[in-house]
């Protein structure tokens, strides 16, 4: 008797020990932190997301939470169609998940690579039959690794690709071939977040399997994971577009629905749609080896490798997963996607060190653009609450050396070829050193409210926030020069230094003096050419006549000074909501994108014979001192504001190479 006592007893050890090598309690051991319990995460996030929601003027929310093996909460909150009033189901209202669909991605790649058809170091163009990746850089081909993480060298163009309805979507493959972007750094180089190289890993995927991207998915991941809620087919099944969330924007004091949503460029997230309660069992197959209640999309090794970081310019900070972002929160590394598209705003997050995940996604861009901070600040709600920050000791400050950093930084995501250039006129860093700190000016915080930042050298080159567990890091090149700063808050983009005369700060100066000197003139020729009519009526008959020629180059530089004023105007039109940009941008279907062009173009074409007629002036003596320089100045100040506005791409046709 005792001897089968003995070897339960064994039998119990065992299994106890093999059951804490089990994905999430092995890593629950690991880290001696369970994952909460259900009415924890329900008391939470009743606490949060309602409340956010009311904050942010967002209709709606869906939120899951999965831990130990198990689905521990899922909810919905809101409405998911304001007019009707109908509530968010987290089981059956589907939203649009945007960029969130390039998980699916990595996963249809990393299959088709565990089945031997696609390898992952090797040039996308032996794939390709269709059409071509250029070969822009010799000896340095884009592989199929550089398209999950961003690496591809890809300029980010996505403007007018999307749609308003299922029915205009064109085909993948055509898309890709007809709009393949410049490639604007080598391969490998450094992280630029970048659409067109998904799409291409989810056509690579079309082509060896042979099966359209979307039918592809359904039977070879929604399916097996009992996903039957998730869809990325256009149109959408019935049952799900019957219940399907509208997305909305606040307009005044109410909410007007978005589009835009739709479009041929699936694998990066367009019109890819799916509920919390769907979304839960993907996290728990991610946290499980690739299986879920014995249904399996990937093997253990394959989901390993999908989490493992493969990019990352520096150690120190967090790096690339496939097509997921490695963060850092209170100690703790996580996997991170976000997705947004108009009015819909995502966020999937991994804790494979706790065995947990999160994902919540709102209907609502938010006052202020701030749909997609909401969804950040119900993770970071979650990991404040179960898994504090410890307390960490304070590293001593390293104040020499500062002046090397100081300067101005620009995205890689920053396009070379589209209007949306612009946005580095007003959404690049500047770096000042002061007091043996470093402050940051600029959207380098993920919180859209944080405009300005100070952190604190720790490490050479290494610098903590003040005050917080952000960290950001400066990189040097081989002769030792700072060239890019690199921030833990997102690893898909890098900051690269620019020469003094590529500073923003410069050229919005310029911009601004330029305009005002156009706009000024612009009045007052006109209130001189009104009070000289009303002189000309009140003359005799004998008074002689002003030259024809003066008077014509005058009405050159006023209507040119008229076309950049209308332009900025448009521009500003344009801009003055971000977002209806937003949808503006995906759609391309503002006739301001191409007033604005066609001012700007028009004005240049007119400025050329301004100059010719600057020179005139001077030779011929038109006017008197005081005129021509006047003149002088208006010209020079309609060159400059076309100089920029050609290095910063507001004519559309290609930015000029003046500020790198």
Not at 98 to 113: E, H, P, R, Y
Not at 136 to 144: E, R
Not at 218 to 233: I, K, N, Q, W, Y
Not at 373 to 398: I, K, S
């Amino acid at each position: 008797m005792k001897k089968y006592v003995r070897l339960l007893l064994v039998l119990a050890a065992i299994g106890l020990f093999l059951y804490g090598l089990t994905p999430a309690r092995a890593e629950a051991a690991t880290t001696g932190t369970p994952a909460p319990s259900p009415s924890e995460v329900k008391r939470l996030l009743d606490e949060t997301v309602p409340k956010l929601l009311a904050e942010h003027h967002v209709p709606g929310a869906t939120v899951t939470v999965v831990g130990g093996g198990r689905e521990l909460y899922s909810a919905g909150y809101g409405v998911s169609d304001v007019p009707a009033g109908r509530p968010v189901d987290p089981a059956r209202t589907a939203f649009f998940m945007g960029s969130d669909a390039k998980l699916f991605t990595a996963i249809a790649v990393l299959q088709q690579v565990h089945a031997g058809k696609l390898d992952l170091n090797t040039d996308v163009n032996r794939y390709l039959t269709a059409f071509r990746i250029r070969d822009t850089y010799p000896g340095h081909p884009v592989t199929v690794e550089n398209l999950l993480t961003h690496t591809g060298g890809f300029d980010d163009t996505f403007m007018g690709l999307a749609q308003a309805r299922p029915e205009q979507v064109g085909a993948l493959g055509a898309t890709l071939a007809a709009h393949q972007p410049e490639r604007v750094r080598a391969p490998g180089t450094a992280a630029a977040y970048d659409n067109y190289g998904v799409a291409l890993a989810g056509y690579l995927v079309e082509v060896v399997s042979g099966q359209p991207y979307d039918q592809y998915l359904s039977e070879h991941v929604l399916r097996p994971l009992g996903m039957d809620r998730t869809s990325f087919a256009q149109p959408h099944p019935a049952p799900i577009d019957a219940e399907l969330a509208h997305g909305y924007r606040p307009e005044g004091s109410g909410q007007t629905e978005t589009e835009g949503l739709y479009g041929p460029l699936t694998p990066t997230g367009a019109a890819a749609v799916t509920t919390a309660s769907d979304m839960s069992r993907l996290l728990l197959a991610l946290l499980q080896g690739g299986s879920v209640d014995g249904r399996q999309i990937l093997d253990p090794a394959t989901t390993a490798r999908l989490l493992d970081r493969h990019y990352g310019p520096d150690p120190r900070l967090p790096g690339m997963a496939y097509l997921l972002e490695q963060r850092d929160r209170n100690g703790l590394r996580l996997l991170v996607k976000d997705g947004d598209v108009p009015g819909f705003h995502t966020n999937v997050a991994l804790l494979p060190g706790q065995g947990v995940g999160l994902y919540v996604s709102v209907n609502g861009d938010g006052e202020d653009s701030t749909g997609g901070w909401t969804t950040q600040q119900v993770l970071n709600a979650f990991l404040d609450r179960f898994y504090p920050a410890p307390p960490a000791p304070a590293a001593p400050a390293l104040t020499s050396g500062l002046d090397a950093y100081t300067g101005d930084y620009r995205s890689t995501r920053t396009s070379q070829s589209t209007l949306t250039r612009a946005s580095a006129l007003m959404g690049s860093l500047h770096v000042t050193a002061d007091g043996g700190r470093l402050t940051v000016s600029g959207p380098l915080s993920r919180d859209p409210q944080v405009t300005e930042t100070h952190w604190q050298q720790i490490e050479p080159g290494l610098f903590q926030e003040v005050g917080g567990g952000s960290r950001i890091a400066f990189r040097r090149d081989a002769g030792g020069k700072v060239v890019s700063l690199l921030s833990d808050a997102d690893p898909t983009v890098a900051y690269e230094l620019l020469a003094w005369y590529q500073a923003p700060g410069l050229h919005q100066v310029v911009m601004v003096v330029s305009l005002a000197v156009l706009v000024l003139s612009l009045i007052g020729w006109a209130v001189a050419a009104a009070v000289r009519l009303l002189r000309r009526r009140g003359r005799t008959t004998g008074d002689t006549a002003r030259p024809a020629a003066p008077t014509a180059v005058r009405l050159l530089g006023w209507v040119t000074a008229l076309l950049l004023t209308a332009a900025t105007c448009g521009f500003a039109m344009l801009t003055a909501d971000p977002n209806a940009l937003n949808q503006t941008l995906f759609l391309g279907d503002s006739p301001l994108l191409t007033v604005v062009p066609v001012l700007i173009l028009t004005a240049l074409a007119l400025a050329v014979p301004m100059t010719v007629c600057t020179v005139l002036a001077w030779v011929k003596g038109w006017w008197g001192v005081l005129g021509r320089v006047h003149y002088t100045g208006v010209t020079l100040s309609a060159l400059f504001f076309l100089l920029l506005a050609g290095a910063y791409d507001l004519a559309n046709t290609g930015a000029l190479d003046l500020i790198g």
